[in-house]
């Protein structure tokens, strides 16, 4: 009898062990390997990041919050920071895709601090821009992806066209979605899934704190020779406009941001998010 109860403790420790071994909440990662950029700005510096910074105080890294290790990145932007790149910004950006239609994950965290006021105009906290072919004559569009706040809510964006040139700023189709309340004063962890493709191949999933929010089948993004570009940061345009288009309530915006992960397309989910976020709910 004495022995029977010992093997059930010991079966019993051994099935605790597992589950604290291959839970995805114990923050075990997995192929490492198919990450293609880590970016958690334990360095102390952003010397792996692009610049689009008006002033010294853009982006800076800091020791608290962060999400994990020691440091992130404090992004701010100010109603009358000079323009960067055509518009008010303070953006971190990452190198083009060679090619549009590539698999990618992302993993991200943002912060909102508590006094992070709503506004009825949103602003991009993380973006995909695209790469118009200037030569052919195309125009600037706006990003085929986008993750913003507006009004008090997370909204993610999405846009796609299959003409070779586009000569205006108006795609083949949009979507938006209208991700619920944003919580100030925690940090929210995000990853985004995107097969990249003009065609009816395209998808694009999107999990906020591990419960999946977005899955979309079709169109992402538009037909150009190179690639998007990952960008984080504050991007508020209705800044730029004249004050009869401007009904922005705020004068200041400051976010901060950690834990940045791209993975291929051999990565999964587990590869990007923030270790320690529950189980995926899919």
Same mark, same amino acid.
């Given at each position: 009898?004495?022995?029977?109860?010992?093997?059930?403790?010991?079966?019993?420790?051994?099935?605790?062990?597992?589950?604290?071994?291959?839970?995805?909440?114990?923050?075990?990662?997995?192929?490492?390997?198919?990450?293609?950029?880590?970016?958690?700005?334990?360095?102390?510096?952003?010397?792996?990041?692009?610049?689009?910074?008006?002033?010294?105080?853009?982006?800076?890294?800091?020791?608290?919050?962060?999400?994990?290790?020691?440091?992130?990145?404090?992004?701010?932007? +100010?109603? *009358?920071?000079?323009?960067?790149? #055509?518009?008010?910004? /303070?953006? $971190? @950006?990452?190198?083009?895709?060679?090619? =549009?239609?590539?698999?990618?994950?992302?993993?991200?965290?943002?912060?909102?601090?508590?006094?992070?006021?709503?506004?009825?105009?949103?602003?991009?906290?993380?973006?995909?821009?695209?790469?118009?072919? +200037?030569? *052919?004559?195309?125009?600037?569009? #706006?990003?085929?992806? /986008?993750? $913003? @706040?507006?009004?008090?809510?997370?909204? =993610?964006?999405?846009?796609?066209?299959?003409?070779?040139?586009?000569?205006?700023?108006?795609?083949?189709?949009?979507?938006?979605?209208?991700?619920?309340?944003?919580?100030?004063?925690?940090?929210?962890?995000?990853?985004?899934?995107?097969?990249?493709?003009?065609?009816?191949?395209?998808? $694009?999933?999107?999990?906020?704190?591990?419960?999946?929010?977005?899955?979309?089948?079709?169109?992402?993004?538009?037909?150009?020779?190179?690639?998007?570009?990952?960008?984080?940061?504050?991007?508020?345009?209705?800044?730029?406009?004249?004050?009869?288009?401007?009904?922005?309530?705020?004068?200041?915006?400051?976010?901060?941001?950690?834990?940045?992960?791209?993975?291929?397309?051999?990565?999964?989910?587990?590869?990007?998010?923030?270790?320690?976020?529950?189980?995926?709910?899919?």
């Amino acid at each position: 009898m004495r022995r029977s109860i010992g093997k059930v403790k010991s079966l019993l420790w051994l099935s605790i062990l597992l589950v604290v071994v291959i839970s995805p909440s114990a923050g075990v990662r997995g192929n490492s390997d198919a990450l293609i950029f880590e970016g958690d700005f334990e360095s102390g510096d952003l010397k792996e990041w692009g610049k689009e910074l008006g002033r010294d105080y853009s982006a800076r890294i800091v020791t608290e919050p962060v999400r994990a290790g020691k440091y992130s990145v404090r992004f701010e932007l +100010r109603k *009358d920071d000079p323009i960067v790149a #055509s518009s008010r910004r /303070a953006e $971190l @950006t990452l190198k083009k895709e060679l090619k =549009v239609k590539v698999e990618r994950w992302y993993g991200f965290s943002i912060f909102l601090p508590r006094d992070y006021k709503r506004d009825p105009t949103p602003e991009i906290v993380t973006q995909w821009h695209a790469s118009p072919d +200037r030569d *052919d004559g195309e125009v600037w569009r #706006s990003p085929p992806l /986008a993750l $913003l @706040t507006e009004d008090g809510r997370w909204r =993610v964006n999405w846009r796609w066209d299959a003409d070779r040139i586009m000569k205006r700023n108006k795609p083949d189709g949009s979507k938006s979605k209208n991700l619920g309340k944003y919580e100030t004063g925690l940090w929210t962890d995000w990853v985004f899934h995107v097969k990249w493709s003009w065609e009816s191949n395209g998808l $694009l999933e999107v999990w906020k704190n591990g419960k999946k929010v977005i899955h979309y089948e079709g169109p992402i993004g538009y037909n150009d020779r190179r690639g998007v570009y990952f960008k984080t940061g504050i991007y508020k345009w209705v800044w730029k406009m004249t004050p009869e288009r401007d009904h922005s309530t705020t004068t200041k915006r400051v976010t901060y941001v950690d834990e940045v992960r791209i993975g291929n397309e051999n990565a999964t989910y587990q590869d990007v998010v923030r270790a320690g976020v529950p189980t995926v709910t899919k």
